[in-house]
Nanobody, 125 residues
Framework: QVQLVESGGGLVQAGGSLRLSCAAS????????MGWFRQAPGKERQFVAT????????AYADSVKGRFTISRDNAKNTVYLQMNSLMPEDTAVYYC??????????????????WGQGTQVTVSS
C-alpha cells in the first residue's frame, strides 16, 4: 500500500512563496506519475501540476503556469511543489497523488490511485 504524506503548507502573504513536499512510501515511487491538486471550500478538486515518472516532463494548470514548479527526487521518494508569487485565490487544501500505472501527464483526479491527506495553504491579501 502506497502512503503519501504532504508537508510545507501554511499562511503566507500575497506575493510570497511556499514549498510543498510529498513523501511516498510502500511502493515503487520512480515508476509513478505524480500530481498536485487543490481544493478550496465549496469547490471541486482542481488539477495543479503533474510530473512524469521518466524524464521528469511536467504539465501545469494555466492558473499556476509560470508561478509554480513541480519536481521530484526519486532517490528520496519525494515530489515537490514550489509556489511563488502566491495570490489569495491560491488558498486551498493541496493534495499530492500517485498514478501507479505511470500514465503520461495525467490531469484528472480519477487517473490517480493514491492520495495524501492534504496540507492547507492560506494566502492573505
Amino acid at each position: 500500500q502506497v502512503q503519501l504524506v504532504e508537508s510545507g503548507g501554511g499562511l503566507v502573504q500575497a506575493g510570497g512563496s511556499l514549498r510543498l513536499s510529498c513523501a511516498a512510501s510502500g511502493g515503487t515511487f520512480s515508476s509513478y506519475a505524480m500530481g498536485w491538486f487543490r481544493q478550496a471550500p465549496g469547490k471541486e478538486r482542481q488539477f495543479v501540476a503533474t510530473i512524469s515518472w521518466s524524464n521528469s516532463v511536467t504539465a501545469y494548470a494555466d492558473s499556476v503556469k509560470g508561478r509554480f514548479t513541480i519536481s521530484r527526487d526519486n532517490a528520496k521518494n519525494t515530489v515537490y511543489l514550489q509556489m511563488n508569487s502566491l495570490m489569495p485565490e491560491d488558498t486551498a487544501v493541496y493534495y499530492c497523488a500517485a498514478d501507479y500505472r505511470g500514465r503520461y501527464l495525467p490531469r484528472a483526479p480519477a487517473q490517480y490511485d493514491y492520495w495524501g491527506q492534504g496540507t492547507q495553504v492560506t494566502v492573505s491579501s
